[in-house]
C-alpha cells in the first residue's frame, strides 16, 4: 500500500463510504490504503466509524459547561461519584451510547450545573431531571 498523505477526495469518499455503514475492509481497498491507516484517520479526524447516536446528550451537557469536549478531563472522583465507568463515559461523551436519566442527573450535579444551565438543558432536550437531595 501507498504511504501518501491523504487528498480531499479520499477524505470525502471515506465519509462517504462511512455514511453508507461499509465495513473498513472495504473502505480500505477502495482508497488503495491499508485498514490501519483508515481507521489512525478516522481516528485522528474524529470521523465515527461505528453507529453513533443523532443527538448525543453527555457530550452536549460537557459543551453547555465547556464549550469544547476536550477542555474537560474527568479525575477518578468524577468517575466515583457519577458511578460512570471510563469506558462508558467515553461511549457517552463520543455518542456511542445515550446515557441514563439517572447518568445525566449524576454528571449534571458534578459539573456543578446552575439553576439556568439545568433549565437550558432540559428545555433543548426535553429530559425531566430532578435535582431534590
Same mark, same amino acid.
Given at each position: 500500500? /501507498? /504511504? ?10 471515506? +465519509? +462517504?463510504?462511512?455514511?453508507?455503514? /461499509?465495513?473498513? $475492509? ?5 482508497? #488503495? /490504503?491499508?485498514? &490501519? ?11 465515527? @466509524? ?12 460537557? $459543551?453547555?459547561?465547556? #464549550? =469544547? ?10 468517575? +466515583? =461519584?457519577?458511578?460512570?465507568?471510563? +469506558?462508558?463515559?467515553?461511549? @457517552?461523551?463520543? #455518542? ?6 439517572? $447518568? &445525566? ?5 458534578? %459539573?456543578?450545573?446552575? %439553576?439556568?444551565?439545568?433549565?437550558? @438543558? ?6 425531566? @431531571?430532578?435535582?431534590?437531595?
Amino acid at each position: 500500500m /501507498k /504511504k501518501a498523505n491523504w487528498t480531499p477526495d479520499e477524505d470525502r469518499r471515506l +465519509r +462517504r463510504m462511512v455514511e453508507e455503514h /461499509k465495513p473498513i $475492509e472495504a473502505m480500505a481497498r477502495a482508497l #488503495g /490504503k491499508s485498514e &490501519m491507516a483508515v481507521y489512525l484517520y478516522a481516528y485522528r479526524h474524529r470521523i465515527a @466509524l461505528r453507529h453513533t447516536v443523532k443527538n448525543p446528550l453527555m457530550r452536549n451537557l460537557v $459543551e453547555i459547561k465547556f #464549550g =469544547n469536549v476536550e477542555y474537560f478531563q474527568p479525575t477518578r472522583q468524577f468517575y +466515583r =461519584n457519577t458511578g460512570i465507568s471510563q +469506558r462508558r463515559w467515553a461511549s @457517552l461523551v463520543f #455518542g456511542y451510547a445515550q446515557p441514563t436519566q439517572e $447518568e &445525566m442527573v449524576a454528571a449534571a450535579r458534578e %459539573l456543578n450545573f446552575s %439553576l439556568e444551565e439545568t433549565f437550558k @438543558l432540559m428545555d433543548s432536550r426535553q429530559m425531566s @431531571l430532578d435535582f431534590r437531595e
